[in-house]
């Protein structure tokens, strides 16, 4: 099993471009979730899915959509990148909540300038 | 409001030495806790999982302490190593609620 996989690794945007983050995982784990990282902030949820065609938001959703075609993606989108979402971005997956390990991807680092 | 508070923010030990990094909550009523651990540069793997009925869990040198009363966890790293310098996270998932809870972390250096 691959686990979680993200692409890319680095990206750097220009203000106003818009780009998709990718996370698949081949668990088939229902629970998928993302977060950003910011240096003194832990861990916070942007967005989640409970299963494919489910999403709903989490504590920081603006500028960010997503959507769960599949049991296996869950694709994040910058709809027009802002400086202030320069991040360390992590997708992360699980059976559930309910006590289930959470496997998190490598983690995409963005730069907005 | 559902928060996880963490402390110390970092700490600096000596290799071999043990130490304990403290989380305090205010979730309530919550599923499970969780402790992770984030090497720079890396996503957080996970350490220990606690349901609200388990009081310790155990994973090698780690382990992982949860009193309900108190809304307090702990972990204990014995016999500290160069490895063990990261950032340790504590997380609580609410009963109810989808929306998993994150501490901002202790980050702990080892010195050899």
């Known amino acids: 099993n691959a686990g979680v996989t993200q692409t890319p690794k680095f990206q750097v945007l220009k203000t106003g471009q818009s780009m998709t983050l990718q996370c698949a995982q081949d668990?088939?784990?229902?629970?998928m979730s993302w977060y950003r990282q910011d240096p003194g902030m832990g861990l916070r949820l942007i967005h989640y899915s409970v299963g494919a065609g489910i999403t709903d938001q989490g504590e920081v959703p603006n500028g960010y959509n997503v959507s769960r075609s599949t049991t296996e993606d869950f694709p994040l989108r910058l709809l027009s990148a802002a400086p202030s979402q320069t991040s360390v971005y992590f997708c992360a997956s699980s059976w559930g909540t309910d006590s289930y390990e959470q496997y998190f991807g490598p983690g995409t680092r963005l730069t907005v300038t | 409001k559902n928060q996880v508070e963490q402390s110390p923010q970092s700490l600096i030990i000596l290799e071999g030495k043990n130490c304990t990094l403290q989380?305090?909550?205010?979730?309530?009523?919550?599923?499970?806790l969780r402790w992770y651990k984030q090497d720079t540069g890396r996503g957080p793997v996970s350490l220990t999982i606690m349901t609200f009925s388990e009081n310790t869990k155990s994973n090698g040198r780690y382990t992982a302490t949860l009193d309900a009363d108190t809304k307090q966890s702990s972990l204990h790293i014995t016999a500290s190593q160069l490895s063990d310098s990261a950032s340790y996270i504590c997380v609580v998932t609410p009963q109810r609620d989808d929306k998993i809870i994150f501490g901002k972390g202790t980050r702990l250096h080892i010195l050899p």
């Open positions: 989380c305090n909550y205010t979730v309530s009523p919550f599923s499970n």
């Open positions: 668990m088939n784990h229902e629970y």
